[in-house]
């Protein structure tokens, strides 16, 4: 693949400098800008002689180093600097010239600018990166989506940097416009979840069965033996194995219990109630995050508010380390059903016939939430692609049914020795409301029913009914 220089990289911060190195790496020629030009220096002295990277100090310099037709990735932070980037560029570029959005762009705003780079004779990518700086120098996980003919021109290059498979790469096309990033953030919506999981295990670990921090380790470390094997699950181990150098305590009991968030998985959110998809699990991790960042009001709500009445607080045993895993597994299966569910009705509405099944081939490596369990997901769409639901497929329902009567044991647990866990057991009520023919919905309709004449229907006819509730009592028909 060496020889003329077509890929660009705009944007040398920790990914964009990643990802140039990564290009390099592979003997693919590389041009290299940055903003501030005194960082392009600074990479091309540190990396300039790791492969054929070619560094330009400014926006022309940077265009006139790559060969027609054109393909600039641009690595900037979401938002205004993207609008920026493609203002600054455009005017140098050529028809047939093809800009990437490599960034957490909010697919919206990628469709938005799909259009109006259309309408200049250019084509545009928005593309999903994922794998944090590591992923991005030895290979990510990566999603575009955009114009089909510009991904043909950038499909080597792409599939040559991410993370590999069993030979398959951890990238594909996944759709037209906004289809790329989508993915993506439904991504990391799924990684709040996880890390959100996994954080409320930990909690019940420590606070029920009373283990000390390198024991929760030991625990974790175990776990990512079988089904729960993942990167997360592998991080865990080592974060809460690390002891602090300054106290000698562990690590975990110095940080700030605050936790922060870049705004995917509020995007995640925020998508699943315009779509009307029920997206509890991934609401709740970031819900929880929100409630984390309140910790001045939480210290002064812990010296006010009661908690349960003491009761049997005994440190549970061994056995429910093994409950705690089996909720967990069966919670991660409940948030990765929401989220596929997600794309499934985005794909649909937005006409994008994501292969979902590629998805979670292309997240197997690479990314933040890669996992064995991606296989078993991957499967699943292989044999049915037009699944309502991935809790419709044998393996996820049997995991789920054997999992359940721990996973109860888990919620009520927590309940009663008031330990949070949000992303447990609004899983679990998902999943209990999900399994259901019918529900209380019928009260709520009574009730929309009676304040505001929202009218109803019926069970044993058709057609829609109000009740003169305040005059005659009387049932009349309202509709077809
Ligand atoms: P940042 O998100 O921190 O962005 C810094 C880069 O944006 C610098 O190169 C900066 O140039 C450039 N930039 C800014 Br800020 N405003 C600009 C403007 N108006 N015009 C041109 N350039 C501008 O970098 P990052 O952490 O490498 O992330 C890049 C993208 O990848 C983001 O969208 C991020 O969300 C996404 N992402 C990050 C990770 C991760 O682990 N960090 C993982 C996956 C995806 P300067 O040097 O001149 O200020």
């Known amino acids: ?43 091309m002295a540190e990396h300039g002689q ?66 109006a780079l259309a309408d200049r004779g250019l084509r545009f990518l928005g593309v999903g990166v994922s794998g944090g700086e590591e992923g991005a120098l030895v290979g990510p996980s990566i999603m575009p989506g955009g114009d089909r003919q510009a991904y043909a021109h950038v499909e080597d290059i792409l599939t040559t940097i991410a993370a590999q498979v069993d030979g398959t790469p951890c990238c594909t096309y996944v759709g037209p416009d906004g289809a790329g990033h989508y993915v993506k953030m ?12 996994i954080a409320e295990a930990y909690d019940l670990l420590r606070n029920c ?14 776990w990512n033996e079988g089904d729960l094997d993942s990167f997360l699950i592998q991080i ?36 699943a109630l315009e779509l009307g998809v029920p997206l509890t699990t991934i609401t709740e991790a970031v819900f929880a995050r929100t409630l984390s960042a309140r910790r001045d009001e939480r210290a002064q709500a812990s010296r006010r508010l009661a908690g349960p009445r003491p009761g049997d607080s005994a440190a549970l045993d061994r056995a429910f380390v093994d409950d705690v895993q089996r909720a967990l597994y069966a919670s991660k299966v409940v948030a990765y059903a929401q989220g596929f569910a997600q794309m499934t009705t985005a794909s649909e509405a937005e006409g994008w016939d994501v292969d979902l099944g590629a998805m979670a081939t292309i997240w197997r490596g690479g990314c933040i ?37 721990s996973w109860r044991r888990v919620v ?18 998902w999943y209990d409301g999900y399994r259901r023919a019918s529900g209380p919905a019928n009260l709520v309709q009574g009730l ?14 058709e057609g829609s009914y109000h009740t003169r509730w305040a005059q005659d009592g009387d049932e009349v028909r309202t509709g077809a």
């Open 1 to 43: 693949m060496a020889g003329e220089t077509h890929f660009g990289i705009t944007g040398l911060a920790v990914m964009g400098a990643n990802l140039a190195r990564n290009v390099a790496h592979h003997g693919i020629p590389v041009a290299v800008h940055n903003r501030t030009a005194s960082k392009t220096e600074r990479f």
């Open 50 to 115: 790791e492969g054929p990277i070619t560094g330009a100090g400014s926006v022309a310099d940077f265009v006139a180093a790559l060969e027609r037709p054109r393909t600039i990735m641009a690595m900037v932070k979401a938002g205004p600097p993207v609008d920026a980037v493609i203002d600054e560029l455009a005017p140098h570029l050529d028809e047939g010239d093809t800009l990437v959005d490599g960034g957490n762009s909010h697919f919206r705003d990628t469709q938005r600018r799909t259009r």
């Open 186 to 197: 439904v991504h990391n919506g799924i990684e709040y979840a996880d890390i959100q999981l």
């Open 209 to 222: 069965v009373g283990l000390e921090v390198p024991e929760v380790a030991d625990v974790f470390v175990g």
């Open 236 to 271: 865990t181990g080592i974060v809460l194995g690390k002891t602090d150098d300054a106290t000698g305590r562990p690590l975990v009991d110095v940080i700030v219990d605050e936790a922060e968030q870049k705004g995917t998985g509020r995007w995640t959110a925020q998508d």
């Open 369 to 405: 939430i890669r996992a064995e369990f991606l296989d078993r997901i991957r499967e699943a769409y292989e044999a049915d692609p037009h699944t309502p639901n991935l809790l419709f497929v044998d393996y996820f329902r049997d995991a789920v049914a054997d999992a359940q009567d």
């Open 412 to 429: 009520n647990v927590a309940t009663e020795r008031g330990v949070p866990v949000p992303a447990f057991s609004s899983a679990l009520s």
């Open 448 to 461: 929309r029913d009676y304040f505001g004449a929202h009218s109803y229907r019926r069970t044993d006819r």
